[in-house]
């Protein structure tokens, strides 16, 4: 009885159904085998990344920056980190440089000031009233007020103090993304920059006075902004390096514009002045050292001509003194005659002589 249920109970291999179902099987398994294992693949290889060449990045594990000290922020290239949600690759656009206009000091201007401006004319209309609530301006060391507009471009310099304590709170809105790009012209990162300039400006300001800073030491003024509101940056932590600070636009309120542009140009009168009196002096003092010079070698051959015809009538007195210095009637004789010689050289050249008694009393000896 046993021997005919446990025949009945066999499974016909041979039977074409079961056949079918166990290649079906195999098929299904199969397929299911590299299903599993392209997915293991995709899976790991989700996790690569590229950095463009003007980005850097970060990789959070589990919200947590990865990494050892000095080698946290990853450079342009490729990167592998596991998929989201272990990991996270956070892309900061570090390189490029950004710029902004700094209009806080400015007073505001009207419609007549902008089309002013616009059309190539005067850039304000000099209007009087001075709204504090409104105009912006800095009191200077000596108080008065000027007004400023600035062009400040910057850029990071530490990817990582700027994601820490700069760029905004990343939100839920990325998640399951493999990663996350931060662009650093962000608003937070421009508000920290005009805060830090404004104050480095209203520092600098109260410690000089107007005139130094519009004239004398207006580039200094500037350096000394720049350096001030780098610190302030750095103190903060922010991440952020001024490249470079330009002080476009500087004027003095406009209640005092026409008074003031007055007293610059009597300036410049009285500088243009000075160079015109400097050059005449110039000229004054080269023409002199020019007659100098002549005068001096003029008076040099007159001299030497002078002592070296004392030196031959010396030297032929002294050859005199010496041939007739046994007898001196015969030189009082040679001398005579050599007057009379030569007294007659000189008047054989002249076609009238006249003769003029200068004293009526005492008669006159015609040699």
Do not use: C
């Not at 085998?33 to 690569?48: C, D, E, P, Q, R």
């Amino acid at each position: 009885m046993a021997d005919v249920l446990n025949k009945n109970n066999q499974i016909d291999t041979h039977n074409p159904g079961i056949e079918s179902l166990n290649e079906a099987l195999k098929v299904f398994f199969f397929v299911l085998k590299w299903v599993m294992v392209t997915a293991i693949i995709f899976f790991l290889f989700s996790g690569v990344t590229v950095i463009k060449q003007h980005q850097v990045g970060l990789i959070l594990r589990f919200g947590k920056i990865t990494g050892s000290v000095g080698k946290q922020v990853l450079k342009p290239g490729l990167h592998w980190a596991l998929p989201y949600p272990i990991h996270e690759v956070i892309k900061i656009d570090a390189a490029r440089i950004r710029s902004l206009t700094v209009e806080n000091f400015w007073s505001k201007e009207s419609v007549t000031d902008i089309l002013n401006r616009e059309s190539g004319g005067a850039p304000r209309s000099g209007k009087t009233i001075l709204n504090p609530g409104v105009d912006g301006y800095a009191l200077t060391g000596d108080m008065n007020i000027l007004h400023f507009m600035w062009e400040v471009r910057y850029k990071l310099k530490d990817p990582l103090n700027y994601f820490l304590n700069l760029a905004p709170p990343l939100g839920t809105d990325h998640n399951y993304q493999t990663s996350l790009e931060i662009n650093s012209i962000d608003s937070s990162a421009s508000d920290f920059v005009i805060t830090a300039l404004t104050n480095a400006v209203l520092r600098q300001a109260g410690q000089m006075n107007i005139d130094n800073i519009l004239k004398q030491e207006q580039e200094e003024f500037k350096i000394r902004v720049e350096r001030t509101a780098q610190q302030t940056l750095d103190k903060m932590q922010t991440g952020i390096a001024l490249e470079r600070l330009d002080l476009v636009r500087i004027s003095v309120p406009g209640a005092v514009q026409q008074s003031f542009d007055l007293v610059l140009q009597a300036e410049m009168q009285k500088s243009e002045k000075e160079n015109q009196a400097q050059a005449y002096r110039n000229k004054e003092i080269h023409q002199a050292e020019g007659n100098k010079d002549q005068i001096l070698g003029q008076a040099r051959v007159y001299r030497k001509k002078v002592v070296s015809s004392a030196e031959a009538d010396a030297g032929y007195i002294k050859n005199l003194l010496k041939r007739y210095s046994d007898d001196p009637d015969k030189l009082d004789v040679y001398l005579r005659q050599y007057y009379i010689e030569t007294l007659d050289q000189v008047l054989s050249g002249i076609h009238s002589k006249y003769i003029i008694r200068t004293n009526e009393s005492r008669n006159s000896k015609l040699w």
